[in-house]
């Protein structure tokens, strides 16, 4: 059974950096499109980053280009998200995703087929 599971959320202060891993089971990250995902609430999920399966590219919302980075440990079956200079309006509930059948970068929410159970990032004003 594919399943993914997000860990590294956490409290941290204005500027300060979190690293969220996105391990998979049952399936091989390497081979599919992987987003990270945020939501607050009332709001709807909006994606972060992505990266693609087919080559690797990487895709970036224009509100943490230059501070989030999307990687890939294929021997571990992780995707991270590497978030550096955070800044209070990154605070929300983030969500590792799959769309299986994408090969390119992948934006769409609604698109995605599997998701992990979320991760909590909070930084305060």
């Known amino acids: 059974q594919a399943q993914l599971a997000e860990s590294g959320g956490g409290l941290v202060q204005s500027g300060g950096s979190l690293r969220l891993s996105c391990r998979g089971s049952?399936?091989?990250?390497?081979?599919?499109?992987i987003g990270w995902f945020r939501q607050t609430p009332g709001k709807e999920r909006e994606v972060v980053a992505c990266?693609?399966?087919?080559?690797?590219?990487?895709y970036y919302a224009d509100s943490v280009k230059g501070r989030f980075t999307i990687s890939r440990d294929n021997a571990k079956n992780t995707v991270y998200l590497q978030m550096n200079s955070l800044k209070p309006e990154d605070t929300a509930v983030y969500y590792c995703?799959?769309?299986?059948?994408?090969?390119?970068?992948?934006?769409?929410?609604?698109?995605?087929?599997?998701w992990g159970q979320g991760t909590q990032v909070t930084v305060p004003s």
């Open positions: 995703g799959a769309d299986i059948e994408a090969m390119g970068i992948s934006k769409l929410y609604t698109e995605y087929k599997y």
């Open positions: 990266i693609s399966s087919s080559d690797s590219s990487t």
């Open positions: 049952g399936f091989t990250l390497e081979y599919n499109t």
